[in-house]
């Protein structure tokens, strides 16, 4: 009898194994497709193309001021996308150093010199990029370039969707939220910028809003967008039931010492 039990324990368990490697296997290659990711890069006041090999840079002229431009590519593959850009009260371009000297605090990071070191003014009232073409099922990530070469373009307020930014990528707290009263000039040096971490579109649409203060002016130098899908629900089900059956069936089988099922 404790044979018999053993061996259909065992035959049990060989039963469970193919199942639980198949549904593994299923998560597995679902979660890549689930949370893939497309990366915008955008270049504003931009003289020429950014040289970074295998970098696919959108290229806002100066000529293209206030323009809309759509089909943004792909940072990676260089394919076009549905995002576009709408943009308004903006002044002329300008220039400066990005990094110590213009010289890049680090190289590895997505804002180069060529990138950083330049940007549309924003005079008087405020100037707006409406991105357009996104998935209102997405959350999006957007990093934000604000720099200059002089303390006259402090103190600007940068919104994303009425929103101040969560933090910078050097995660030094800010005496206000992020992008409010945001130093431009101290910015251009340390190689600093602002990140949006969790944006979501409404209709297709978000919007970053730069407002100056103090009678001073602003800048807007650079911009990527990351984007990420969110699970579908079947996915979710998926991670939600697969445990509660395996926890049903082996509570189902699990006898007494003789390999009975319990009553």
Same mark, same amino acid.
């Given at each position: 009898? @404790?044979?018999?039990?053993?061996?259909?324990? +065992?035959?049990?368990?060989? +039963?469970?194994?193919?199942?639980?490697?198949?549904?593994?296997a299923?998560?597995?290659?679902?979660?890549?497709a689930?949370?893939?990711?497309? =990366?915008?890069?955008?270049d504003?006041?931009?003289?020429?193309?950014?040289?970074?090999?295998?970098?696919?840079?959108?290229?806002?002229?100066?000529?293209?001021?206030?323009?809309n431009?759509?089909?943004l590519?792909?940072t990676n593959?260089?394919?076009?996308?549905?995002? #576009?850009?709408?943009?308004?009260?903006?002044a002329?371009?300008?220039?400066?150093?990005?990094g110590p000297?213009?010289?890049? $605090?680090?190289?590895?990071?997505?804002?180069?010199?060529?990138?950083?070191?330049?940007?549309?003014?924003?005079?008087? #009232?405020?100037?707006?990029?409406?991105?357009t073409?996104?998935?209102?099922?997405?959350?999006? &990530?957007?990093?934000?370039?604000?720099?200059?070469?002089s303390t006259?373009?402090?103190?600007?307020?940068?919104? @994303?969707?009425?929103?101040? #930014?969560?933090?910078?990528?050097?995660?030094?707290? $800010?005496?206000?939220?992020v #992008?409010?009263?945001?130093?431009?000039?101290?910015?251009?040096?340390l190689?600093?910028?602002?990140i949006?971490?969790?944006?979501?579109?409404?209709?297709?649409?978000?919007?970053?809003?730069?407002?100056?203060?103090?009678?001073?002016?602003?800048?807007?130098n650079? =911009? &990527?967008?990351?984007?990420?899908?969110?699970?579908?629900?079947?996915l979710?089900?998926?991670?939600?039931?697969?445990?509660?059956?395996?926890y049903?069936?082996?509570k +189902?089988?699990?006898?007494?010492?003789?390999?009975r +099922?319990?009553?």
């Amino acid at each position: 009898m @404790i044979a018999t039990s053993r061996s259909i324990s +065992r035959r049990m368990a060989s +039963r469970r194994s193919p199942l639980a490697a198949f549904v593994y296997a299923v998560c597995l290659l679902s979660v890549p497709a689930a949370w893939a990711s497309v =990366v915008v890069q955008i270049d504003f006041a931009s003289p020429a193309p950014v040289p970074v090999p295998g970098v696919h840079w959108n290229m806002v002229s100066n000529a293209q001021v206030n323009t809309n431009i759509g089909n943004l590519v792909d940072t990676n593959t260089g394919n076009a996308t549905a995002i #576009g850009l709408e943009q308004t009260g903006f002044a002329g371009p300008a220039t400066l150093n990005w990094g110590p000297g213009g010289v890049d $605090p680090d190289p590895s990071d997505w804002v180069v010199s060529a990138a950083g070191g330049d940007g549309f003014t924003v005079l008087g #009232g405020p100037a707006s990029v409406l991105f357009t073409g996104l998935d209102d099922s997405f959350i999006y &990530r957007f990093d934000v370039v604000a720099a200059a070469s002089s303390t006259f373009f402090d103190g600007a307020d940068y919104q @994303i969707n009425g929103d101040f #930014g969560d933090d910078t990528n050097l995660g030094t707290p $800010p005496l206000t939220e992020v #992008g409010d009263n945001w130093p431009a000039f101290a910015s251009s040096f340390l190689g600093e910028w602002m990140i949006w971490e969790n944006v979501t579109s409404s209709g297709g649409e978000a919007e970053l809003v730069v407002t100056p203060q103090f009678g001073n002016a602003a800048m807007l130098n650079a =911009v &990527r967008i990351q984007a990420i899908a969110v699970p579908e629900p079947s996915l979710l089900s998926l991670f939600t039931m697969v445990p509660i059956g395996f926890y049903w069936r082996r509570k +189902r089988f699990s006898g007494d010492r003789t390999g009975r +099922r319990r009553a």
